[in-house]
């Protein structure tokens, strides 16, 4: 294991964690034994953890008896597994948020995944008495933020070493990532502090600090995911060229697609892993939210085995 990695607490998050996506059925409604065989199938791949609740996972369309009914599908399949997951209690109203950080604390998740609220940019004092406030709901739970760059408040690597002082049981953060100067300001201001990049950046990022993605990379393939962690890991020099193909493969195949069909990152998600074909799941999202066409995924899935036949 690498020097930083090593230096992170027992309790934070490392590696590969697979995203739980939602099979959505033909009359527009979750799929729950389709949702279940691919968490199952996820849990299988060898991944580090999963992860419910993301972007991918469309925890905003959720309804609250959807919301704890995957929750303890994911607990269920993971502990079948023996695999650590994380619950995603992200909403944009704060106080339903807590609400759902208090039903899920019996589950005993790994850590707990949270937004800032959403729908007006809180201020300094608001993020601090929300993040203050999940901390005391729930004392004996890891927090993580999720920080993605559409959220209102974007916050400064100070301000999160700041929200970490305030909140010690925050462990973790999912955010984008930056360059040279953001990576020596991430490792001078969070020592000990879980940092996941997006997965198409994780061989420049574990580099330069990172400690782990919640990836992308693992939508599209599992095992392809976890091929490059170990090419990555063991410092081989065709890492950072594998992280080219990835990002060439979406910038030809995937990312055309938000601009041809006016879809979401949770769109190009699904489609990458209905494309992947490691799961039972399809490009559908819920009601009324655009998908990627059925019609594009086996054009999608033939380049995925162009180019990266290794991941078969």
Not at 71 to 80: D, H, I, Q, T, Y
Not at 267 to 282: H, N, R, S, T, V
Request: aromatic fraction near 8%; proline fraction near 7%; charge should be neutral.
């Amino acid at each position: 294991m690498s020097d930083h990695l090593a230096a992170l607490p027992a309790n934070a998050p490392r590696g590969i964690w697979g995203a739980v996506l939602l099979a959505i059925g033909n009359d527009g409604e979750i799929d729950w034994n389709a949702t279940r065989e691919t968490v199952a199938s996820l849990c299988a791949s060898g991944v580090d953890g999963i992860y419910s609740n993301g972007t991918a996972c469309e925890f905003h369309c959720q309804t609250e008896g959807e919301f704890d009914r995957l929750s303890a599908l994911v607990a269920e399949e993971a502990g079948r597994a023996g695999l650590p997951f994380q619950i995603g209690i992200s909403q944009s109203n704060a106080r339903v948020a807590r609400e759902r950080l208090r039903r899920v604390v019996e589950l005993s998740p790994f850590a707990v995944q949270f937004t800032l609220p959403d729908w007006w940019p809180p201020s300094d004092d608001e993020i601090a008495r929300f993040a203050k406030g999940l901390a005391e709901t729930a004392p004996s739970l890891p927090l993580v933020l999720y920080n993605p760059p559409h959220a209102k408040r974007r916050l400064t690597l100070e301000g999160i070493a700041r929200l970490r002082e305030a909140v010690p049981t925050l462990i973790g953060a999912k955010l984008s990532g930056g360059d040279e100067n953001w990576f020596d300001e991430m490792r001078k201001l969070l020592p000990g502090f879980s940092v996941f990049v997006p997965g198409h950046t994780l061989a420049t990022g574990y580099a330069q600090g990172a400690h782990g993605s919640y990836s992308n990379v693992a939508c599209l393939s599992p095992k392809g995911a976890l091929s490059w962690w170990r090419q990555i890991l063991s410092g081989a020099p065709d890492a950072v060229e594998m992280q080219a193909r990835i990002q060439a493969f979406l910038a030809d195949h995937v990312l055309p697609f938000r601009a041809r069909y006016q879809v979401s990152d949770a769109a190009l998600d699904k489609a990458m892993a209905a494309a992947g074909g490691w799961g039972k799941i399809g490009p559908r999202l819920l009601w009324p939210n655009s998908c990627v066409p059925d019609a594009e995924i086996v054009p999608l899935a033939k380049a995925v085995r162009t180019r990266f036949p290794e991941w078969r």
